[in-house]
């Protein structure tokens, strides 16, 4: 009770602070034509992220009227209903945050299913529900896996039915906004473009973007219903960035670094991500002895220039960096887990596309383009006999399966692995069938298969997600696809499922 009267006191006092800071006129972005005048001030929903066992961030953005500073109450509670609240408390924000509101909330217990919600002025949130990591041994861990929505192509219907999925986390590999102008990188027939309405390069324009994609319904609904753990891929600053550049960033739009800053800003303000005070992303999260998961930032940390040819792929470049790749081999030989689950922004697996792209045979912005850092993880996970490795890949809008095999050249013969690779369809950015027929993508999925014994599955016509299921002894991968991206409505399906059993790097049907 007296915790509850200190909380009344202090939102009265920072409500009253505000006033002496009044905004007439607040800026508009265009965005608010597609708010939801009900959900107001909270028009961007809840989401929450980085679970841990003890923790666990809760995120909302409070649209303001009028104030610079506004006070944010928040809730966290073991049931629906708030009867049961554990943790509250309160926090400004203002617009040096864009304001977001952002809580590493605490002291919670583990493998627990936790109600969150926040309060202005009288005035309540959406609820959300989030899970904290389980402390032992779980017997199953439930996770999505999703990439590249981008806004110009579709409703972001794969979202909404992640939402429904029975699920511990949801793992985004990136894309998550696409940084073009209107028109530039979409569906021009379909009436969803993009604010503000230019190549985003300032930090207000970064965080227009990620306003306006917070405001689809599907997207919302995810981050109510699940944490998610993200990381970010080339989109979230410019594309087939590397660490000093990108292919989609020209001298004329400014310092690269000084672009990189801003898009960085942005994504901590609107995502659900743990602000350690360290400036780096990549970072590990565990479930117990099951599962252990390593989410790798292949964009910013250590990223060469990508080589002009498929002969500069054997050359020394890095797509980890040193420092990177020396925690990530550390903690990879360390875990005590079953399952490694490796959060990978672009294929990892070998890919020969010489029937298909006879002039462009690999993709050098994927790890075929940085074979020399790839190939030494590779020895790694078989000279330390490093078992039961999952990547999990976005960015190439497809489906695929991969036995990554130990040696590329004997696969063929030997058969022998050393890690599995899943790639998640993308949510609404551009399927290989929306500028070729199905019959020709169809062809084209079998050629890639001809020359790569390793692919088990490609799918390169559907829009989706994927789940996977780990347990102790396999781990179910399962690939949804939407049947349509262009209504509101869509219905979601399993289109595949391949199982994978612990210590075999190997896929079973
Ligand atoms: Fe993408």
Same mark, same amino acid.
């Given at each position: 009770?007296?915790?509850?009267?200190?909380?009344?006191?202090?939102?009265?006092?920072?409500?009253?602070?505000?006033?002496?800071?009044?905004?007439?006129?607040?800026?508009?972005?265009?965005?608010?034509?597609?708010?939801?005048?009900?959900?107001?001030?909270?028009?961007?929903?809840?989401?929450?992220?980085?679970?841990?066992?003890?923790?666990?961030?809760?995120?909302?953005?409070?649209?303001?009227?009028?104030?610079?500073?506004?006070?944010?109450?928040?809730?966290?509670?073991?049931?629906?209903?708030?009867?049961?609240?554990?943790?509250?408390?309160?926090?400004?924000?203002?617009?040096?945050?864009?304001?977001?509101?952002?809580?590493?909330?605490?002291?919670?217990?583990?493998?627990?299913?936790?109600?969150?919600?926040?309060?202005?002025?009288?005035?309540?949130?959406?609820?959300?529900?989030?899970?904290? *990591?389980? !402390? %032992?041994?779980?017997?199953?861990?439930?996770?999505? &896996?999703?990439?590249?929505? /981008?806004? $110009?192509?579709?409703?972001?219907?794969?979202?909404?039915?992640?939402?429904?999925?029975?699920?511990?986390?949801?793992?985004?590999?990136?894309?998550?906004?696409?940084?073009?102008?209107?028109?530039?990188?979409?569906?021009?027939?379909?009436?969803?473009?993009?604010?503000?309405?230019?190549?985003?390069?300032?930090?207000?324009?970064?965080?227009?973007?990620?306003?306006?994609?917070?405001?689809?319904?599907?997207?919302?609904?995810?981050?109510?219903?699940?944490?998610?753990?993200?990381?970010?891929?080339?989109?979230?600053?410019?594309?087939?960035?590397?660490?000093?550049?990108?292919?989609?960033?020209?001298?004329?739009?400014?310092?690269?670094?000084?672009?990189? *800053?801003? !898009? %960085?800003?942005?994504?901590?303000?609107?995502?659900? &991500?743990?602000?350690?005070? /360290?400036? $780096?992303?990549?970072?590990?999260?565990?479930?117990?002895?099951?599962?252990?998961?390593?989410?790798?930032?292949?964009?910013?940390?250590?990223?060469?220039?990508?080589?002009?040819?498929?002969?500069?792929?054997?050359?020394?470049?890095?797509?980890?960096?040193?420092?990177?790749?020396?925690?990530?081999?550390?903690?990879?030989?360390?875990?005590?887990?079953?399952?490694?689950?490796?959060?990978?922004?672009?294929?990892?697996?070998?890919?020969?596309?010489?029937?298909?792209?006879?002039?462009?045979?690999?993709?050098?912005?994927?790890?075929?383009?940085?074979?020399?850092?790839?190939?030494?993880?590779?020895?790694?996970?078989?000279?330390?006999?490093?078992?039961?490795?999952?990547?999990?890949?976005?960015?190439?809008?497809?489906?695929?399966?991969?036995?990554?095999?130990?040696?590329?050249?004997?696969?063929?013969?030997?058969?022998?692995?050393?890690?599995?690779?899943?790639?998640?369809?993308?949510?609404?950015?551009?399927?290989?069938?929306?500028?070729?027929?199905?019959?020709?993508?169809?062809?084209?999925?079998?050629?890639?298969?001809?020359?790569?014994?390793?692919?088990?599955?490609?799918?390169?016509?559907?829009?989706?997600?994927?789940?996977?299921?780990?347990?102790?002894?396999?781990?179910?991968?399962?690939?949804?696809?939407?049947?349509?991206?262009?209504?509101?409505?869509?219905?979601?399906?399993?289109?595949?499922?391949?199982?994978?059993?612990?210590?075999?790097?190997?896929?079973?049907?």
């Amino acid at each position: 009770m007296i915790r509850a009267v200190c909380l009344l006191i202090l939102t009265f006092l920072l409500s009253n602070s505000c006033a002496n800071n009044i905004r007439k006129n607040f800026a508009k972005d265009g965005t608010e034509k597609s708010y939801v005048h009900d959900q107001g001030p909270f028009y961007h929903g809840v989401a929450s992220g980085d679970p841990l066992t003890d923790r666990v961030i809760i995120w909302t953005r409070v649209t303001p009227e009028e104030h610079d500073v506004i006070s944010v109450q928040w809730e966290v509670s073991l049931d629906k209903d708030f009867n049961k609240i554990k943790k509250s408390g309160i926090m400004s924000t203002s617009r040096v945050r864009d304001y977001t509101v952002k809580v590493d909330v605490s002291n919670l217990a583990a493998g627990t299913v936790y109600y969150y919600r926040f309060i202005n002025r009288a005035t309540y949130s959406p609820v959300g529900r989030t899970k904290t *990591a389980p !402390a %032992k041994n779980p017997s199953e861990v439930n996770l999505g &896996i999703v990439s590249c929505s /981008n806004y $110009e192509f579709g409703y972001f219907n794969a979202y909404n039915g992640l939402a429904d999925q029975d699920l511990d986390a949801i793992l985004h590999l990136g894309d998550y906004i696409y940084e073009y102008g209107p028109g530039k990188y979409g569906d021009e027939n379909f009436p969803r473009k993009h604010l503000p309405p230019n190549e985003l390069l300032t930090l207000d324009d970064y965080r227009t973007r990620y306003a306006q994609y917070r405001l689809d319904k599907g997207l919302q609904k995810a981050h109510q219903n699940h944490p998610f753990i993200l990381i970010w891929d080339d989109h979230e600053i410019a594309n087939n960035a590397y660490k000093t550049g990108a292919q989609n960033h020209q001298a004329d739009e400014g310092d690269y670094g000084m672009r990189k *800053a801003n !898009a %960085k800003k942005a994504y901590y303000e609107w995502q659900p &991500i743990r602000d350690t005070g /360290n400036d $780096e992303l990549y970072r590990k999260f565990s479930y117990g002895n099951l599962v252990d998961i390593f989410m790798l930032d292949e964009r910013f940390t250590g990223r060469s220039e990508p080589p002009a040819d498929k002969a500069g792929a054997k050359e020394e470049r890095t797509m980890l960096g040193a420092e990177q790749l020396k925690w990530f081999k550390k903690n990879l030989v360390g875990s005590t887990a079953t399952w490694k689950v490796i959060g990978n922004q672009v294929i990892f697996s070998p890919c020969d596309l010489s029937l298909v792209r006879p002039d462009d045979p690999v993709n050098l912005d994927a790890w075929d383009g940085y074979a020399y850092e790839r190939d030494d993880i590779r020895s790694y996970l078989i000279d330390r006999v490093i078992k039961n490795t999952i990547f999990v890949t976005g960015d190439t809008h497809a489906s695929w399966a991969f036995e990554v095999p130990e040696n590329t050249i004997d696969y063929k013969e030997s058969g022998k692995s050393c890690a599995i690779e899943i790639a998640t369809p993308s949510i609404t950015s551009s399927n290989w069938n929306e500028s070729s027929p199905d019959d020709q993508v169809i062809m084209a999925e079998k050629a890639i298969q001809s020359t790569n014994p390793h692919l088990k599955y490609i799918n390169g016509r559907d829009h989706g997600y994927t789940v996977l299921k780990l347990s102790r002894d396999k781990t179910i991968a399962q690939w949804f696809y939407t049947s349509d991206i262009k209504q509101k409505e869509a219905k979601i399906s399993m289109g595949k499922e391949l199982t994978i059993q612990r210590d075999r790097h190997k896929f079973s049907n």
